[in-house]
């Protein structure tokens, strides 16, 4: 069982800032890339940022210059870094990985539970 393990989130004033991390653990899996989406009430989910393997990057347009996603190999971890929050933020973001785990014929994508961003006065 592959297990996205999330932290972060909460309640931050505009312009202020967040870290958000996860991790993928239990069993063992190939992760061709790690990122994370978000979804506010009543819009699709979106990406906000992604990170492959090899350490290649893409970004909403809306979040860049002020997001920064890294992520840890040997941790099969992902972090987002989410500076000068703005409401529009606002949303539930979820963690996602693309890969393939141990025993498994296809890649496929796995999901966070997904943890709430709040960016108010």
């Known amino acids: 069982q592959v297990q996205l393990v999330e932290s972060g989130g909460g309640l931050v004033q505009p312009g202020g800032s967040l870290s958000l991390s996860c991790a993928a653990s239990g069993k063992s899996i190939v992760i061709v890339a790690m990122g994370w989406f978000r979804q506010a009430p009543g819009k699709q989910r979106e990406l906000v940022a992604r990170i492959s393997s090899d350490g290649m990057t893409n970004y909403a347009d809306s979040v860049k210059g002020r997001f920064a996603i890294s992520g840890d190999n040997a941790k099969n971890t992902v972090y987002l870094q989410m500076n000068s929050l703005r409401p529009e933020d606002t949303a539930e973001y979820y963690c996602?990985?693309?890969?393939?785990?141990?025993?498994?014929?296809?890649?496929?994508?796995?999901w966070g539970q997904g943890t709430r961003v709040s960016v108010s006065s």
């Open positions: 996602n990985v693309f890969g393939r785990e141990f025993g498994a014929s296809a890649f496929r994508d796995y």
